[in-house]
């Protein structure tokens, strides 16, 4: 969000504007045209407050709010960008939702008409059990109120996963490939990693024969042994001639 000229406390969401107090736990959509009377009607109004159960709980106040925490704050990168992007996605639809009259039948409808993309409607129930965690830290939800999101199963993946890339496919690929395409794809078999990790990888990581460093997003110490295979591999040579005199 940005201010662009914007009057105090007034910022840019998604095509709209937002008028955002978090001292008072103000978060209110508006969908008036800038400029006009109906805008500055409302905006007046949010400056001298609104009732508080309109104003701070619901989920647009709770995402907010989730995304000051230290909860929030200690997530790696990559989780902070997957959590935001499906709790703005739950801000959008249910923004002006009380948190404490969700039942777990709603989530189910959630996760349902996002059913089409397994991976989707399953983020969405995970970082939901999140977020009613957080509402219940606020006072949002009762302490003997259960998480409505914690128990819905989570859906199958489609299909059997990625299949392995038959024989005849390798060895083409090893022909023809790029000494840095082949170093990638060396890198990914004899690592084992997800790609974002392996790009991370730097040569101060390889000690005493083997791959010394932390995955991305466990944020736990690995030790891979270097295998004969990437050893053996041309490029990699190459390049770690180039490193030895770096």
């Keep these: 969000m940005t201010r662009k000229g914007l009057p105090k406390?007034?910022?840019?969401d998604r095509g709209y504007l937002r008028f955002i107090r978090?001292?008072?736990?103000?978060?209110?959509?508006?969908?008036?045209?800038?400029?006009?009377p109906?805008?500055?009607?409302?905006?007046?109004?949010?400056?001298?407050?609104?009732?508080?159960?309109?104003?701070?709980?619901?989920?647009?106040?709770?995402?907010?709010?989730?995304?000051?925490?230290k909860s929030?704050?200690?997530?790696?990168?990559?989780?902070?960008?997957?959590?935001?992007?499906?709790?703005?996605?739950?801000?959008?639809?249910?923004?002006?939702?009380?948190?404490?009259?969700?039942?777990?039948?709603?989530?189910?409808?959630?996760?349902?008409?996002?059913?089409?993309?397994?991976?989707?409607?399953?983020?969405?129930?995970?970082v939901l059990v999140i977020l009613m965690n957080h509402a219940r830290?606020?006072?949002?939800?009762?302490?003997?109120?259960?998480?409505?999101?914690?128990?819905i199963p989570l859906l199958p993946q489609e299909g059997d996963g990625w299949e392995p890339w038959p024989d005849e496919l390798r060895e083409e690929f090893e022909t023809k490939a790029s000494p840095r395409a082949r170093l990638a794809y060396?890198?990914?078999?004899?690592?084992?990693?997800r790609i974002g990790d392996t790009l991370e990888i730097q040569w101060k990581h390889i000690k005493a024969g083997t791959w010394d460093f932390n995955q991305g997003k466990t944020d736990k110490p690995l030790y891979v042994p270097l295998t004969d295979r990437l050893a053996k591999t041309g490029a990699f040579q190459k390049l770690l001639g180039w490193a030895s005199y770096a």
């Excluded at 406390?9 to 840019?12: A, I, L, S, T, W």
């Design 22 to 36: 978090r001292s008072r736990g103000q978060s209110v959509m508006m969908k008036e045209t800038f400029g006009t």
């Design 72 to 126: 929030y704050a200690k997530r790696k990168p990559r989780t902070r960008k997957d959590y935001k992007l499906y709790m703005d996605h739950i801000r959008e639809i249910w923004g002006d939702k009380d948190p404490a009259k969700i039942e777990p039948h709603h989530v189910y409808k959630l996760q349902q008409a996002n059913a089409a993309n397994y991976r989707k409607a399953n983020y969405l129930v995970q």
């Design 186 to 193: 060396e890198l990914c078999i004899g690592l084992g990693q």
């Design 38 to 69: 109906e805008f500055w009607d409302h905006y007046n109004e949010l400056l001298r407050g609104r009732p508080k159960l309109l104003t701070t709980r619901n989920f647009d106040t709770l995402v907010l709010n989730y995304y000051d925490s």
């Design 137 to 151: 830290l606020m006072g949002f939800i009762k302490n003997e109120h259960r998480n409505p999101a914690h128990g």
């Design 9 to 12: 406390y007034v910022y840019e």
